[in-house]
């Protein structure tokens, strides 16, 4: 037998996949990749439960079963109960995907409310901290892994992004804390920092004026590609390292960003 053939394969056969953040087009493009290495999918929706239905149609299509829930991920037994609900009907849950994140108002420190960065950190940080505590028991079982979104401004600060910065950072470390805990149980965690897209929040930012062609262009040419990426793209880097093939990476961040925190 070659050693293709010995390959473990990509995800397990029972379970699920849970991913927080579906109705997003990030969270969207990941559940979808999921589904095609074979996944049954569970994932949330805040408010936009029609960008929900249309993810859950999407991994229906590609052969797979769905469970969509809405969770305010401020409420920790409404977490909880999510994450139990998947694991009961799919029978386990061997993958987390925190791909949520809240609209974030560009402004200076000087000129943030302290109101808004409460807010944010609430439905962010606190979100994937309640998220990871309700994922634990179910990853134990499944040696499973969990994965979330940050941001690579929390290596090469952007003026005006503390709402995005601030955050991730925390989740960041809720990462490497998961992976130096409980890899003894062999639950691995890593995250993945998303540079400017043209996906997600990206429409909102642009509708609302925080993106401007002149912020768009400068953000172009920090980058070493010089353009921006895709959900796709950013997908691929949350499936690998969910996967069985990032068996032995635990505790890491990897910036798929086009190459902006360099």
């Not at 805040?46 to 052969?63: L, Y």
């Not at 639950?187 to 897209?197: C, D, E, K, L, P």
């Not at 996906?199 to 004026?209: E, I, M, N, P, S």
């Amino acid at each position: 037998m070659s050693a293709a053939d010995e390959r473990l394969p990509d995800f397990p056969s029972g379970g699920c996949a849970v991913v927080i953040g579906g109705s997003g087009g990030i969270g969207r493009a990941i559940a979808l990749q999921l589904a095609e290495h074979g996944c049954d999918i569970a994932l949330n929706y805040f408010s936009n439960v029609t960008g929900a239905e249309e993810t859950a149609a999407r991994v229906r299509r590609a052969g797979h079963e769905v469970h969509v829930g809405q969770v305010d991920l401020r409420d920790e037994a409404m977490v909880k109960s999510f994450l139990d609900e998947a694991a009961q009907h799919f029978g386990g849950v061997h993958t987390t995907v925190y791909a949520a994140g809240p609209y974030i108002p560009m402004r200076f420190v000087s000129q943030q409310p302290a109101a808004t960065f409460r807010d944010v950190m609430e439905h962010d940080a606190f979100g994937c901290y309640h998220l990871a505590q309700a994922s634990l028991p179910h990853l134990r079982t499944a040696k499973g892994s969990f994965t979330a979104i940050v941001t690579p401004a929390i290596r090469r600060y952007a003026t005006r992004d503390v709402l995005s910065a601030a955050p991730k950072a925390a989740i960041e470390q809720i990462v490497k804390a998961i992976a130096a805990e409980e890899g003894r149980f062999g639950v691995r965690a890593n995250a993945v920092g998303v540079g400017v897209i043209t996906d997600g929040l990206y429409h909102a930012l642009v509708d609302r004026g925080d993106f401007d062609e002149r912020f768009l262009e400068a953000s172009r040419q920090a980058k070493a590609l010089k353009r921006l990426g895709t959900a796709e793209e950013v997908a691929e880097g949350v499936v690998f390292l969910a996967s069985a093939r990032a068996r032995w990476i635990t505790g890491q961040t990897l910036m798929v960003d086009g190459g902006y925190a360099l």
